[in-house]
């Protein structure tokens, strides 16, 4: 039996998404943003120690610092990001390679100022959290990077970023295929524990 990744199914759904393969029930007129249009910086800082829970955004998703690392890399959070619900987070050292999140999970939180925090402006959280996830999402971005110190790391060129476009659809279309992958997503994590705990059950029989 062949198994297919998150990636690969949510990629391969958004662009039959795109291509008006599905659903007739969605009229799919997409229009063209541009990115700083359809999402507004913003850097609200911190200004006392430990404000917050410490977040961070990585190609997995979002998860408090402590999930990925056993203690604080840095010397205080002061000036760190303050970040909510449903903000856009995007890295600013391998974008090109999928480091880009919508925190659907947390109320708020803090996060180091090497990230770019974003307003979503007249878009569906769970929509633009299945727009940053697709490979065509990365080579978006990788269109608004230069050459770094190396073949991994590249430089993000904000401004040109900011200048790309983006299509979507209206705003009521949005939640609704919003809704369809975030739904997918849930069936996907339940069967993956399924499997995980028959897998379990085999080696251990």
């Given at each position: 039996?062949?198994?297919?990744?998150?990636?690969?199914?949510?990629?391969?759904?958004?662009?039959?998404?795109?291509?008006?393969?599905?659903?007739?029930?969605?009229?799919?007129?997409?229009?063209?943003?541009?990115?700083?249009?359809?999402?507004?910086?913003?850097?609200?800082?911190?200004?006392?120690?430990?404000?917050?829970?410490?977040?961070?955004?990585?190609?997995?998703?979002?998860?408090?610092?402590?999930?990925?690392?056993?203690?604080?890399?840095?010397?205080?959070?002061?000036?760190?990001?303050?970040?909510?619900?449903?903000?856009?987070?995007?890295?600013?050292?391998?974008?090109?390679?999928?480091?880009?999140?919508?925190?659907?999970?947390?109320?708020?939180?803090?996060?180091?100022?090497?990230?770019?925090?974003?307003?979503?402006?007249?878009?569906?959280?769970?929509?633009?959290?299945s727009w940053v996830k697709r490979d065509d999402t990365k080579k978006f971005f990788l269109a608004a990077t230069t050459e770094g110190a190396s073949q991994c790391r590249k430089n993000i060129e904000w401004e040109t970023l900011g200048k790309q476009t983006i299509s979507m659809p209206s705003l009521d279309e949005q939640k609704r295929i919003g809704s369809f992958f975030s739904q997918l997503d849930n069936l996907i994590t339940?069967?993956?524990?399924?499997?995980?705990?028959?897998?379990?059950?085999?080696?251990?029989?």
């Amino acid at each position: 039996m062949r198994f297919f990744s998150r990636k690969y199914i949510f990629s391969y759904l958004y662009k039959l998404l795109c291509k008006k393969q599905i659903a007739a029930s969605y009229s799919l007129s997409w229009e063209q943003r541009k990115f700083d249009e359809a999402f507004i910086e913003r850097r609200n800082k911190t200004e006392k120690e430990n404000e917050d829970i410490l977040l961070s955004c990585a190609i997995n998703g979002m998860f408090l610092n402590s999930e990925l690392f056993g203690h604080f890399r840095g010397t205080t959070t002061i000036g760190y990001l303050r970040v909510k619900k449903n903000d856009l987070i995007l890295s600013a050292q391998n974008l090109h390679l999928g480091n880009a999140n919508v925190n659907l999970r947390f109320e708020h939180g803090i996060i180091s100022p090497a990230y770019k925090v974003y307003d979503l402006n007249n878009c569906n959280p769970e929509f633009v959290q299945s727009w940053v996830k697709r490979d065509d999402t990365k080579k978006f971005f990788l269109a608004a990077t230069t050459e770094g110190a190396s073949q991994c790391r590249k430089n993000i060129e904000w401004e040109t970023l900011g200048k790309q476009t983006i299509s979507m659809p209206s705003l009521d279309e949005q939640k609704r295929i919003g809704s369809f992958f975030s739904q997918l997503d849930n069936l996907i994590t339940l069967h993956q524990r399924k499997w995980k705990r028959i897998n379990f059950a085999v080696h251990t029989d």
